[in-house]
T-cell receptor
Framework: EDQVTQSPEALRLQEGESSSLNCSYTVSGLRGLFWYRQDPGKGPEFLFTLYSAGEEKEKERLKATLTKKESFLHITAPKPEDSATYLCAVQGNGQNFVFGPGTRLSVLP | NAGVTQTPKFRVLKTGQSMTLLCAQDMNHEYMYWYRQDPGMGLRLIHYSVGEGTTAKGEVPDGYNVSRLKKQNFLLGLESAAPSQTSVYFC?????????????FGSGTRLTVV
């Protein structure tokens, strides 16, 4: 059975304080690992897709990396507007996405 | 703006009542999905559709029915609501099931069953 866990559950950072979010997964036949951002009262918004170990993607202050068992979302010099819940999802041979519970990030000014 | 629109945004039901949630997309996507999101849990797939006139069960289909009579619309029905169906419901769509760009989500429907 495909599974995704995320840690920490919640993270509070000061503005400019870099950190990383973790997504650990077990999946039969990884077709893709996806990161989404979700703001309160909104639907998830697509950020990145990673396909194979060693791959990296960047967008503004965010960088996603992938190994065979986990993915990290690195946040460099975060700003208050980066506050959101970050969701990780995997797609395996079963093709339907399996989502993790998310990490709730708060960036304080 | 193009995207996924869900109606209604909020609803309170009494146990045993029925209702239909509507999802509409204007991106000509083939695939559409219904998820529920509960605190501390990831999004869980209820039902999905791979094209007009098709539907399939997801991870948690019991108590729900769906229909896709038109390509742009995907309806989620609750025939007899139960308190366990209190949740936030999200609709999503994509070109393909393994889309490079992930899924496009609507803004959700918050349903409370009392």
């Amino acid at each position: 059975e495909d599974q995704v866990t995320q840690s920490p559950e919640a993270l509070r950072l000061q503005e400019g304080e870099s950190s990383s979010l973790n997504c650990s997964y077990t999946v039969s036949g990884l077709r893709g690992l996806f990161w989404y951002r979700q703001d309160p009262g909104k639907g998830p918004e697509f950020l990145f897709t990673l396909y194979s170990a060693g791959e990296e993607k960047e967008k503004e202050r965010l960088k996603a990396t992938l190994t065979k068992k986990e993915s990290f979302l690195h946040i460099t010099a975060p700003k208050p507007e980066d506050s959101a819940t970050y969701l990780c999802a995997v797609q395996g041979n079963g093709q339907n996405f399996v989502f993790g519970p998310g990490t709730r990030l708060s960036v304080l000014p | 703006n193009a995207g996924v629109t869900q109606t209604p945004k909020f609803r309170v039901l009494k146990t045993g009542q029925s209702m239909t949630l509507l999802c509409a997309q204007d991106m000509n996507h083939e695939y559409m999905y219904w998820y529920r999101q509960d605190p501390g849990m990831g999004l869980r797939l209820i039902h999905y559709s791979v094209g007009e006139g098709t539907t399939a069960k997801g991870e948690v289909p019991d108590g729900y029915n769906v229909s896709r009579l038109k390509k742009q619309n995907f309806l989620l029905g609750l025939e007899s609501a139960a308190p366990s169906q209190t949740s936030v419901y999200f609709c999503a769509s994509s070109y393909r099931q393994d889309s490079n760009y992930g899924y496009t989500f609507g803004s959700g429907t918050r349903l409370t069953v009392v």
